[in-house]
């Protein structure tokens, strides 16, 4: 009897040790997060990087819903209520989709803030949909950064990868 107690504590901590491993392997292969902050607004979302991909193709496949980052859905929130892209937006915290293409990216705000990826993107649960240029940007970047350029009362949500720049106009109302 005392030898099956040994027998059965050894396979739990072998059991205990597998799933740690298992567990921190999988942690380190996300991409890193970052988190975001401007005056009214907070991201928080993960770095892919491009590593020899091709923005369009690879990565971000354009005309196709983009989770706007890596791994879990990009978290957006407001603290304040704002018009975004001109649209008014409550106070809250949203899931930022996009829809990438050569010359423009449609910025989506949807409802569903709790999901990984957008393998279940839900148009239905859309909040706002803008339409903001596609720019060259002032440096190539090879992880995807977000960043906030606070003004007076309006920021600008500005998201690079690459060569590519776009920015949406955030005003507090």
Excluded at 136 to 164: Q, Y
Aim: glycine share 6%; aromatic share 10%.
């Amino acid at each position: 009897m005392k030898k099956l107690g040994i027998f059965l504590m050894a396979c739990l901590m072998v059991l205990t040790f597998n799933s740690y491993t298992q567990a921190q392997a999988k942690e380190n292969t996300q991409s890193p997060k970052s988190t975001v902050e401007g005056k009214f607004v907070k991201i928080r979302y993960n770095q892919p990087s491009l590593r020899n991909r091709k923005l369009g193709t690879d990565l971000a496949p354009y005309g196709k819903v983009w989770r706007t980052g890596a791994d879990s859905t990009t978290k957006i929130t407001f603290t304040k209520d704002v018009q975004f892209g001109g649209k008014d937006v409550k106070a809250g915290t949203y899931a930022l989709f996009t829809i990438p293409t050569e010359k423009e990216w449609t910025v989506i705000l949807n409802n569903d803030w709790q999901k990984w990826g957008a393998y279940s993107y839900d148009e239905s649960k859309d909040l706002v949909r803008v339409n903001v240029p596609a720019k060259k940007a002032p440096k190539t970047e090879e992880k995807f950064t977000i960043k906030v350029d606070d003004k007076s009362n309006s920021s600008d949500l500005v998201m690079m990868w690459g060569d590519v720049m776009v920015a949406v106009p955030v005003k507090q109302k």
